[in-house]
């Protein structure tokens, strides 16, 4: 195999897949929404290695559109852990010079509550000058969605690539998306800006995937030859 001797990815996506059955196996099926809360505990460890490896901006796929119809016990679930953790989310981003912005294509699914701590803890982080660390969080988010905004903003007038990518919620494409719990697919997430993006696939589900795991990720990111077609 190759060293991995590229530069690192500036820009990391992740798809944080698997939190149910994580849960299921590690709870039992009965608890296997306490998966949410795991997966949410790993996202701020994984913040914490991207800010020790120079990564300056990290996405991640929290809720989908197509979430919406999951079981309603379990929406209603995540969507108190939602406005349960802003607080602390908030707290850690502004103490770590984290600027924390939320990817929503249909915002008015959330409920008020969840929609309320989301709006609060962008507007808290906004401020933060020179982040060391870009979160985009995206929730009730679905790609199809945003790049059908993007052209009914974009209908008057005319369309080319570089309009559309002025109208989307994220402008800056990722180098290197993750996907863990083994299933290799976009599922609806940053289908425009992913165009050119390195994808790696990780088979444990996200509340286990370990520091070791993102360093490999990194490493297999930077082994590869990006041509963009050239």
């Known amino acids: 195999a190759r060293d991995a ?25 009965e608890r296997r929404l306490e998966g949410h809360a795991a997966g949410a505990r790993k996202l701020g460890e994984v913040v914490d290695w991207c800010l020790g490896r120079g990564v300056a901006e990290l996405t991640v796929f929290a809720f989908s559109t197509e979430n919406w119809d999951r079981d309603a016990g379990e929406v209603a679930a995540l969507m108190r852990e939602f406005v349960a953790r802003a607080a602390e989310v908030e707290r850690r981003c502004v103490e770590r010079g984290i600027r924390c912005r939320i990817l929503c294509t249909a915002p008015e699914r959330l409920p008020r509550a969840a929609r309320a701590a989301l709006d609060r803890l962008e507007a808290a982080t906004a401020p933060v000058p020179a982040p060391r660390l870009v979160l985009n969080i995206a929730v009730s988010y679905g790609a199809r969605g945003e790049i059908a ?12 690539e570089a309009a ?10 990722p180098d290197l998306v993750v996907r863990t719990s083994g299933e290799r697919r976009l599922s609806n997430f940053l289908l425009w800006q992913a165009a050119y ?16 795991d993102l360093d490999a990720a990194l490493d297999e990111y930077r082994r590869r030859g990006r041509r963009f077609g050239r």
């Open 5 to 29: 001797a590229g530069p690192p990815p500036r820009h990391v996506a992740i798809i944080m897949d698997g939190n149910r059955r994580f849960g299921a196996r590690a709870f039992g099926p």
């Open 149 to 160: 905004r993007a052209a009914r903003t974009l209908a008057a007038g005319e369309i080319d």
């Open 164 to 173: 559309v990518e002025r109208e989307l919620l994220l402008r800056s494409p």
């Open 197 to 212: 993006a390195e994808l790696v696939f990780v088979e444990k589900h996200w509340p286990a995937f370990a520091e070791r």
